[in-house]
């Protein structure tokens, strides 16, 4: 197989037009083409005011390959799929159990199932189709469960979000491509593994993850439901049992913690028993829309109303300092929502289906927080820091505090909004700078001026939905090179919760990676 790079077509091209370039200037004889497929696409907007182009990598099935290979634009390939790990030879007395249902506990539990380990799931939250049905209760009439929500349930907050599968993370184990196959295996768009940016959005996502749970299922593995991890019970620095919903426990011996940035009650429990945590600098801000079209208008000038080019994205980020301030899960033709996980909290966080066709684009914009910037120096001190802002922010039913970009920089409560607000239950106003660090909110001013320099009417037509406080943990839990915790055997640590990760696709590999040292180290016979 050959590939050939940096293949640019004007965006309105035919697949034909593809086949002659490659004939053309390249001069690949059609005659020897077998089969190709797209390896990468992107779009080149530089050359707005004049064209928009889409730029290709192609890897090319072909005959007579040799006469090729001298060509200085032809890279010779060699397609290689991910390779499992061999087998220990110690023996298991229980099977594996993974808590949480999170991308990085899917793919552990995946990857386990597949190598013939029958683990078992323990997830606080609901299945997703139940999750959905909580979701929207708490969306329509501000009913939270604490235990189904956004942020709990299967497949983990990535579940409702835009589903972004860009990482970056280096790779030469084929564990991502591990992570894409499966995806489209169960659901996803093929286009992801090729399109720059991929994502599957929200509504593909959950049936994704219920299939690969269904295969999980199919290969031996078992999910518990409902089933909070409330207590681990050691003996001599090893796990021996866990306790569930505080009352039924289950012995193991191996125990990988998935359990997600949010799980506030596991990481305190995790402290009373030893298990060596540490402070992790995160970040806090809050939500930004605009009209879709304006932002399709700054990225593809005349051509924005064209519908072959996809909903256009930014990315955008300023120092102030030594204060980093930045947009972060740039969500196109999506909606805001309410991603509180306990009572009397406001949190919020950005979501898009696939098609990413509704009217606003929103994205956070984060200030770095620091662990100098937390109130003690207690490992869940992040935790109390995110905490206060979501209480502060709490007035009623869930509704969150909205303020025009421009109203925020003049410290003045908005009577209108310059931009329809997409969050749900609802919204007041109020001058969202009364509740942040000063640290926050002057760096936040600072990088949306900055921000109004590169996309015209970011500052005129964006309007702020407070707060954004989940980017990421503000927890490590330390392991060692054998991705155990430096203190206690058997107990795996991973994921975004656990410190290790950003994002759906880096966590699933630290899943992978987690199961891989576990089939490394025993046997599948128990």
Known sequence: MI???????????????????LNDKYKIDKKDIIDFEINKKSVDARQKRKMIYF???????????????????VQTINEKGYEPPKKGDKKLSSRPIIVGSGPAGMFSALLLAEEGYK???????????????????????????????????????????????????????????????????????????????????????????????????????????????????????KIEFIEINDKDTIKTEILILAIGHSARKTFEMLAK????????????????????????KNQYGKFYKEKILPQAEY????????????????????????????????????????????????????VNVNTNDFPNKNPLSGIELQRNLEKSAFKKNYFAPVQNARDFLEGKISKNYITQPSYKPGIYSDNLEKYLPKYISE??????????????????????????????????ILRNDSLQSVNIEGLYPGGEGAGYAGGITSSAVDGIKIAEQIINNYTNKI
């Open 3 to 21: 590939r050939i790079n940096n293949i640019k077509l004007q965006y309105n091209h035919s697949e034909q037009d593809l086949i002659d370039v």
């Open 55 to 73: 730029v290709y990598s192609v890897d090319l099935k072909i005959k007579n390959e040799e006469k090729y290979g001298e060509l200085k634009y």
């Open 119 to 237: 683990p078992l799931i323990i997830e606080q939250g609901e299945p997703v189709n139940k999750r959905v049905e909580d979701i929207n209760n708490f969306w329509n009439n501000g009913i939270l469960k604490e235990n189904s929500n956004i942020q709990f349930g299967e497949g983990g907050a990535g579940t409702f979000s835009d589903g972004k599968l860009t990482t970056l993370i280096k790779d030469k184990y084929g564990r991502i491509q591990k992570v894409f196959d499966e995806f489209i295996e169960n659901g996803a768009p093929e286009e992801i593994k090729y399109i720059k940016n991929p994502h599957i959005g929200t509504d593909i996502l959950r049936n994704v993850v219920y299939n690969i749970r269904k295969k999980i299922e199919s290969l031996g593995g078992e999910f518990l439901f409902s089933s909070k991890l409330t207590d681990i019970k050691l003996k001599n620095n």
């Open 273 to 296: 028993n030893g298990v060596s945590l540490e402070q992790k600098p995160f970040s806090m801000g809050v939500r930004i829309e605009h009209p879709q079209e304006l932002i399709n």
């Open 315 to 366: 990315k955008l980020s300023e120092k102030n300092g030594n204060r980093g301030i930045y947009t972060f899960c740039m969500c196109p033709g999506g909606q805001v929502i309410a991603s509180a996980s306990e009572e009397n909290t406001i949190v919020t966080n950005g979501m898009s289906e696939f098609k990413r066709n509704k009217n606003n684009a929103n994205s956070a914009i984060l």
């Open 443 to 476: 760096n936040l001013k600072y990088g949306i001026q900055k921000f109004d320099n590169k996309i015209n009417g970011f500052i005129d037509k964006g309007i702020l939905t407070g707060f954004e406080t989940r980017s990421s943990s503000p927890v490590r």
